[in-house]
C-alpha cells in the first residue's frame, strides 16, 4: 500500500482514491528513511515531526476535494533552499546553526498545494562540486553501488529519490548539479530555463547560472513539479514574466516530425565506450518512434565551455560569498578582539578548500589588470556559446548528449585531482551558460550502473524536452529499475 517505488501520479491516485492516507504514506517515507539513511547519507536534516503535522492537513485538504497532484506527497528539499523553521546549512561549517525565518519561493508553493516536507538532502558545499564529496558534513553514497558518488552537487536529493527515502526532490543547477547527479543516480532531472523558476530563497553559488528544478522518478512526475514551481515572482529580478503551461498536457503524443541534433562535440574524448554505446541506443529508439535524427551537428565553441565556466562561476561565487564575515549570520570566529583577523579567520574556518579555491578563482578573475583578460573574454565566449544553440534551434527542436561522458566514479578517486572533476560536467555545462532547459533520463546501464541521456531545448522549451522524455520512457523501463538497498 506504501511502495517506496511510487511515482507522484500513482501516490496521488491512491490518495484521490482513498486507498491510502498522506499519513500513512508519510510514516512509511520516514520508517524508508530510518532503514537506509545509515547506508546512503543524502539526509542532512529529518523533519519527521513537522512532516506528519504536514500530513495530517494534507488528508484534510484532500477529505474536503481541496487537493492538489502533489498535496499529501513527501518531498526532500536540497538544503541550499530556505525553509523557515527548518535547519539550512547548505552544508557548510558556515551555516550550521542558521534557521532561515522564511521559506524560498518554491518552498512557499509547495507548501501551499500540502506537500509533506520530510527534510533536507545533502549537497557540495554551497553547492560547489560534482560529487558530494565537498560536504562539510558527510559524503553521500550512490544506492546503486554505496561505494561510489551519486554526483553533484544535488547527490543527496538524486540519492534520496534513487533510494525510495522520497517520492520526488528538488535542486538546484549551476552547472549540471541537477542532471549529473540524476544521470549517476538513474532518476529523472530537469534544469529549466534561467529564469523560469524564481530563485528567491535559494542561497547563491552563481547567480546568472543558478536554477531550481525538480528530481523525479518520471517525465510525467517533473511536469507535474513543474506546474507547481515554474511562474513569475517580482521578489527575484531574474524571474521571467512569462505565462507558464499546463506540462502536464505537452507530455503525450508521439515523436513523428520532431527534429532533434545530436552535436558531436559532446562525444568527447576519454568518454566510456559502454556509455556511448548506450546513448547510441537511445538515439535509435527515438528514430523508431518516429523523430527525425541529424547526426552532423556541430556546436563549436563547446569545448570553451569548462574555461568558461571556471571564469564566470567562481567570479559570481566570490561575489556572493563576500556576505559571510562573521558579523550578519552564520560562523563567527570570536577567539580575537581585532576585526579584520575575525573576518579572516571566519572565512578561513567557515569555508572547505573546495569553497575557498572557487574564491581565489573568482577573485583573482576580477582584479584589476585580469577583468578584461579574463572575465570581460569569458562573458564573450559565452554569447558565442548562447548564439551556437539559438542557431541551432534555429533547425532543430531537441538536442539529444550524454548528461555524463562516464558512469559514477568511486569515492576518493578525483579529490585529489580537481581537474579531472571538473571534466565531470563537461556536458552539462554549456546548458547553463546558455541558459536553456536540458532534461537528464535514464537511458541504460554500464558496468551495472546508471547511464543518463540529456535531453537540451529551447529558452522556455521545457514542453517539447518533456515530450521526448515521456514518449522514450513510455517504450523503455530503464526510468522503472531500482538500486537494491
Same mark, same amino acid.
Given at each position: 500500500? $506504501?511502495?517506496?517505488?511510487? $511515482?507522484?501520479?500513482?501516490?496521488?491516485?491512491?490518495?484521490?482514491?482513498? +486507498?491510502?492516507?498522506?499519513? !500513512?504514506?508519510t510514516r512509511a517515507t520516514l520508517e524508508r528513511i530510518e532503514?537506509?539513511?545509515?547506508? &546512503?547519507?543524502?539526509? &542532512?536534516?529529518?523533519?519527521?515531526e513537522r *512532516?506528519? /503535522? /504536514?500530513?495530517?492537513?494534507?488528508?484534510?485538504?484532500?477529505?474536503?476535494?481541496?487537493?492538489? @497532484?502533489?498535496?499529501?506527497? @513527501?518531498?526532500?528539499?536540497?538544503?541550499?533552499?530556505?525553509?523557515?523553521?527548518?535547519?539550512?546549512?547548505?552544508?557548510?561549517?558556515?551555516?550550521?546553526n542558521f534557521i532561515p525565518p522564511y521559506d524560498a519561493f518554491v518552498v512557499e508553493r509547495l507548501n501551499n498545494c500540502g506537500a509533506v516536507t520530510v527534510g533536507k538532502t545533502n549537497l557540495d558545499e554551497f553547492a560547489m562540486g560534482s560529487s558530494t564529496e565537498n560536504s562539510a558534513l558527510f559524503t553521500t553514497a550512490n544506492p546503486w553501488d554505496l561505494s561510489r558518488v551519486p554526483g553533484g552537487s544535488s547527490g543527496g536529493s538524486a540519492a534520496a529519490v534513487a533510494a525510495g527515502e522520497a517520492v520526488y526532490a528538488l535542486g538546484s543547477d549551476t552547472g549540471g548539479s541537477i542532471r549529473q547527479p540524476a544521470g549517476f543516480c538513474g532518476v529523472t532531472g530537469l534544469k529549466p530555463t534561467y529564469g523560469r523558476v524564481s530563485r528567491y530563497g535559494l542561497v547563491a553559488f552563481a547567480s546568472s547560472l543558478d536554477q531550481i528544478g525538480p528530481l523525479t522518478q518520471d517525465a510525467t512526475d517533473?511536469?507535474? =513539479?513543474?506546474?507547481?514551481?515554474?511562474?513569475?515572482? @517580482?521578489?527575484?529580478?531574474?524571474s521571467a514574466p512569462y505565462p507558464t503551461p499546463d506540462y502536464t498536457?505537452?507530455?503525450?503524443?508521439?515523436?513523428?516530425?520532431?527534429?532533434?541534433?545530436? @552535436?558531436?562535440?559532446?562525444? &568527447?574524448?576519454?568518454?566510456?565506450?559502454?556509455?556511448?554505446?548506450?546513448?547510441? *541506443? *537511445?538515439?535509435?529508439?527515438? !528514430? /523508431?518512434?518516429?523523430?527525425?535524427?541529424?547526426?552532423? &551537428?556541430?556546436? %563549436?565553441?563547446t569545448p570553451y565551455a569548462l574555461a568558461v565556466y571556471y571564469i564566470i562561476a567562481p567570479s559570481e561565487a566570490s561575489a556572493n560569498l563576500a556576505r559571510y564575515d562573521g558579523v550578519k549570520y552564520g560562523f563567527s570566529y570570536a577567539d580575537t578582539d581585532n576585526m579584520w583577523e575575525a573576518l579572516e579567520?571566519?572565512?578561513?574556518?567557515?569555508?572547505?578548500?573546495?569553497?575557498?579555491?572557487?574564491?581565489?578563482?573568482?577573485?583573482? *578573475?576580477?582584479?584589476a589588470g585580469y577583468y578584461d583578460a579574463y572575465y570581460l573574454k569569458a562573458q564573450?565566449?559565452?554569447?558565442?556559446?548562447? +548564439?551556437?544553440?539559438?542557431?541551432?534551434?534555429?533547425?532543430?527542436?531537441?538536442?539529444?548528449?550524454p548528461t555524463? %561522458?562516464? =558512469?559514477?566514479?568511486?569515492?576518493?578517486?578525483?579529490?585529489?585531482?580537481?581537474? /579531472?572533476?571538473?571534466?565531470?560536467? =563537461?556536458?552539462?555545462? %554549456?546548458?547553463?551558460?546558455a541558459g536553456v532547459p536540458a532534461i537528464s533520463i535514464p537511458a541504460g546501464f554500464a558496468d551495472g550502473l546508471p547511464v543518463g541521456m540529456q535531453i537540451i531545448g529551447k529558452p522556455f522549451g521545457e514542453e517539447t524536452i518533456l515530450k521526448v522524455a515521456h514518449a522514450y520512457q513510455q517504450s523503455t523501463d530503464w526510468h522503472k529499475r531500482k538500486p537494491e538497498i
Open positions: 500500500m $506504501t511502495d517506496r517505488r511510487l $511515482t507522484i501520479h500513482e501516490a496521488g491516485k491512491l490518495l484521490k482514491d482513498k +486507498q491510502i492516507s498522506s499519513v !500513512e504514506l532503514q537506509v539513511e545509515p547506508k &546512503v547519507h543524502a539526509c &542532512v536534516t529529518v523533519a519527521g *512532516a506528519m /503535522q /504536514q500530513a495530517e492537513k494534507a488528508d484534510g485538504l484532500l477529505a474536503a476535494g481541496n487537493g492538489h @497532484p502533489l498535496t499529501g506527497i @513527501p518531498v526532500f528539499i536540497k538544503d541550499n533552499m530556505c525553509t523557515r523553521g527548518i535547519l539550512t546549512t547548505c552544508s557548510s561549517r558556515m551555516l550550521e517533473c511536469a507535474l =513539479v513543474m506546474n507547481t514551481i515554474a511562474g513569475h515572482d @517580482p521578489r527575484d529580478s531574474t498536457q505537452c507530455i503525450n503524443g508521439d515523436l513523428k516530425g520532431l527534429k532533434i541534433g545530436i @552535436p558531436k562535440e559532446y562525444f &568527447v574524448e576519454g568518454m566510456q565506450k559502454e556509455v556511448a554505446a548506450a546513448i547510441r *541506443a *537511445a538515439i535509435g529508439q527515438l !528514430e /523508431q518512434l518516429g523523430a527525425g535524427v541529424d547526426w552532423e &551537428v556541430s556546436l %563549436p565553441s579567520k571566519t572565512r578561513q574556518h567557515g569555508f572547505g578548500a573546495e569553497v575557498k579555491r572557487r574564491i581565489m578563482l573568482g577573485t583573482y *578573475a576580477l582584479s564573450k565566449v559565452r554569447t558565442l556559446i548562447r +548564439q551556437e544553440f539559438d542557431r541551432a534551434f534555429e533547425k532543430y527542436d531537441a538536442l539529444l548528449t555524463s %561522458p562516464t =558512469v559514477p566514479f568511486k569515492i576518493g578517486e578525483k579529490t585529489d585531482d580537481p581537474l /579531472q572533476m571538473y571534466l565531470s560536467d =563537461v556536458c552539462t555545462l %554549456p546548458i547553463n551558460i
